[in-house]
């Protein structure tokens, strides 16, 4: 995490994928799981209205 200004700039590092085809596939999914999550994430605490994955 890194302040910046009045923001925290936080940097998520999912890691341990090896390179085969299923892999590639698993890791690709996740990247799309990632970025709608944090999307929904960003959401929620700008507007009350993304959904949480725990709620």
């Known amino acids: 995490m890194e302040r910046v200004g009045i923001y925290l700039d936080i940097t998520l590092l ?10 590639l596939r698993a890791r690709e999914w996740h990247v799309q799981a990632w970025e709608q999550m944090l999307g929904s994430l960003k959401s929620n605490i700008e507007s009350g209205e993304g959904m949480l994955c725990c709620e």
Do not use: A, F
């Open 14 to 23: 999912h890691t341990g994928w090896k390179d085969s085809d299923d892999w």
